[in-house]
C-alpha cells in the first residue's frame, strides 16, 4: 500500500467518499478526511431569531399570573383583616364561577351537550368543601400566626417557580391533560398554603367561602385565560394589562412598599428579561457538520 506523508492515499486508489456506517475504505486511514470535509460546516443553523415584540408578549403570561396570585393574597389578606366578611366572599365567589362559565361557553370550549357534566363536578366539589370546612378550621390552631404565613408565602413562592406557563395542561376543555410532576406539585403547593391561611378565620362560612375563592383561582384561572387567548390574542392583551393595573391598585392601598415590589417584579418580567433573551443570542454558538450523527429516513410505502 502506497501512503503519503500526510496520511493520504496515492492516486491509484479511488476517490475517498464519506461512509456513514460501513467501516474503513480500502486504501484509506480510518481518520482520513479530504479537503472538503468543512465546505458542510454550518454555524447556528438551528438558532431561532427572536422579536423583542413577540417575546414581551410572551411574557405577558407570567405576569399575568403573578397578578391573579398577588389578587388571592390581597383576598386572604383583607379577610384576615376583617375588611371582607362571609357574604363579600360569596359574591365574589358568585362572581367568578358565573363569569368563568360565560367566558368558556362563549371561546365555545364548552359545548352545551357537557354542561351537566361541569355543573355536577362543581356541586360535588362545593359540597365537599363544604363538608371539610370545620375540619380546616381547626388544623392550625397549635400553630402561630407567623409561621403560618412563612409557610404560606414559601409554597406560594415553589407554587409559581414550578407552575406550567406553557399552558399545556389546558389543552383539552375544562380538563387537566397529562399534567406534569411539577405542574402537580405546584397546584398541592397552592390547596396546602389555601389551607393554612383558611384556618386561621374564625367561622366555617368563613373557612368555605374562602377555600372556594382560593380553590376556584388557581383551579381555572388557567383554563380561562387560556380560552380568552385562543378566542381573541387582543382581547387577551387587554384583560392582561387591565388585570395588572387592578392589581397594582389594590396593593397600592394595602402597602406601598409592596405596589413597588410588585411594579418592579413585573417590569423586570415583562421587559427586562424580554431584552436579554434578545441580547444574549450573539453569543449563542453551535456547529453542525458533517461529523454529526446521521439520521436516517425510511420511506415506507404500501
Not at 379577610?79 to 367568578?96: G, Q
Not at 409561621?147 to 376543555?173: K, P
Not at 383558611?198 to 380553590?215: D, E, G, K, Q, T
Not at 413585573?266 to 444574549?280: A, D, E, G, K
Request: net charge neutral; proline share 3%; hydrophobic share 50%.
Amino acid at each position: 500500500m502506497d501512503i503519503s506523508r500526510n496520511g493520504s492515499p496515492s492516486p491509484a486508489y479511488p476517490k475517498w467518499t464519506k461512509v456513514v456506517y460501513g467501516g474503513m475504505q480500502p486504501g484509506y486511514n480510518d481518520n482520513y478526511t479530504d479537503e472538503s470535509f468543512l465546505e458542510g460546516m454550518i454555524m447556528n443553523a438551528n438558532v431561532v431569531k427572536r422579536d423583542m415584540l413577540k417575546v414581551m408578549q410572551d411574557s405577558v403570561s407570567i405576569s399575568q399570573y403573578l397578578c391573579i396570585v398577588s389578587l388571592v393574597v390581597l383576598v386572604w389578606a383583607f379577610t384576615l383583616r376583617s375588611n371582607l366578611d362571609e357574604n363579600s366572599l360569596f359574591f365574589i365567589d358568585v362572581s367568578l364561577l358565573g363569569s368563568g362559565f360565560l367566558i368558556l361557553l362563549f371561546s365555545e370550549e364548552m359545548h352545551s351537550l357537557n354542561l351537566l357534566h361541569y355543573v355536577l363536578n362543581i356541586s360535588f366539589f362545593t359540597t365537599g368543601l363544604y363538608v371539610l370546612a370545620p375540619i380546616y378550621q381547626t388544623l392550625t390552631r397549635s400553630i402561630s400566626s407567623d409561621t403560618i404565613w412563612a409557610v404560606s408565602a414559601s409554597l406560594l413562592m415553589l407554587h409559581l417557580f414550578l407552575h406550567d406557563y406553557s399552558e399545556s395542561m389546558v389543552r383539552a376543555a375544562g380538563a387537566l391533560k397529562n399534567p406534569t410532576l411539577t405542574s402537580c406539585i405546584s397546584l398541592n403547593a397552592s390547596v396546602v398554603a389555601s389551607v393554612f391561611i383558611a384556618s386561621c378565620l374564625p367561622s366555617r362560612l368563613h373557612v368555605f367561602a374562602i377555600m372556594l375563592f382560593s380553590l376556584q383561582v388557581f383551579l381555572f384561572a388557567p383554563l380561562v385565560t387560556y380560552c380568552i387567548k385562543k378566542y381573541s390574542f387582543r382581547l387577551y392583551l387587554f384583560f392582561s394589562l387591565s388585570l395588572m393595573v387592578v392589581t397594582l391598585a389594590f396593593v397600592y392601598t394595602l402597602h406601598r412598599l409592596l405596589f413597588v415590589l410588585l411594579l418592579s417584579l413585573l417590569v423586570f418580567v415583562t421587559m427586562v428579561c424580554p431584552y436579554w433573551l434578545i441580547r444574549i443570542q450573539q453569543y449563542k454558538f453551535k456547529i453542525n457538520g458533517p461529523w454529526d450523527e446521521a439520521k436516517l429516513c425510511f420511506d415506507i410505502t404500501d
